[in-house]
């Protein structure tokens, strides 16, 4: 059950990382070549802002009780 939840977050990040297609070589130069740095940037400021979000609504939730 575990395995299932790995692949299904890999492929998730996939796409959120902007990785076209993933290849079947191993070397760095190939692995490169298979995303885009512009759709990585904007994978990862949405990452950030979901961290960031999740700490001020913890924050609030203190602050509320």
């Not at 492929?11 to 190939?30: A, C, E, R, Y």
């Amino acid at each position: 059950m575990a395995g299932t939840a790995i692949v299904i977050g890999l492929q998730q990040l996939k796409s959120l990382l902007g990785i076209g297609h993933f290849t079947t070589k191993t070397d760095v130069v190939s692995v490169l070549e298979a995303w885009y740095p512009l759709n990585f940037v904007l994978g990862c400021l949405f990452l950030i802002f979901i961290l960031i979000t999740r700490f001020i609504v913890s924050s609030l939730y203190f602050i509320v009780n």
